[in-house]
């Protein structure tokens, strides 16, 4: 996972403003697939969660069963303009996240599953 140089800009203006913030990869229901940004106070992490990293600071977490359709995929957290998600911190900025994704090259793919094997 990355994010734009956009995407960093506005996880540090909302850090500034509300604290530490964390993410987490909508499901699909009320702000369809946009990711969501919460006070990291506000927002418990379930235990099924995954974090797949940190961006600006930020941990990023999804659904383990959202995982499980993106785990091929490199994601690129990036800002475009619009209104934010309606619990998410970036509502009311002008500026929204959205996830853009990218199926892993066979190189990445095979890094990543050496990084997985367990080591023996």
């Known amino acids: 996972m990355t994010a734009t140089p ?6 540090a203006e909302l850090t500034a403003r509300h ?7 909508s499901g699909g229901c009320c702000d369809g697939s946009a990711p969501m940004c919460y006070p990291q106070a ?8 995954i974090c797949l990293g940190v961006i600006g600071g930020a941990p990023f977490h999804i659904s383990a069963s959202q995982f499980e359709y993106w785990r091929h995929t490199q994601l690129v957290i990036d800002v475009v303009e619009g209104i934010g998600g309606m ?3 970036d509502n009311g900025t002008g ?3 959205h996830v853009r994704s990218r ?3 066979g ?3 095979a ?4 990084a997985r094997a367990p080591l023996t």
Not at 6 to 11: E, H
């Open 6 to 11: 956009s995407a960093l800009a506005l996880i």
């Open 19 to 25: 604290g530490p913030v964390l993410f987490h990869q």
């Open 42 to 49: 506000d927002f418990v992490v379930s235990p099924d969660d």
């Open 87 to 89: 619990f998410s911190l």
């Open 95 to 97: 500026l929204r996240f």
């Open 103 to 105: 199926l892993f090259s």
């Open 107 to 109: 190189e990445e793919a």
């Open 111 to 114: 890094m990543l599953a050496a």
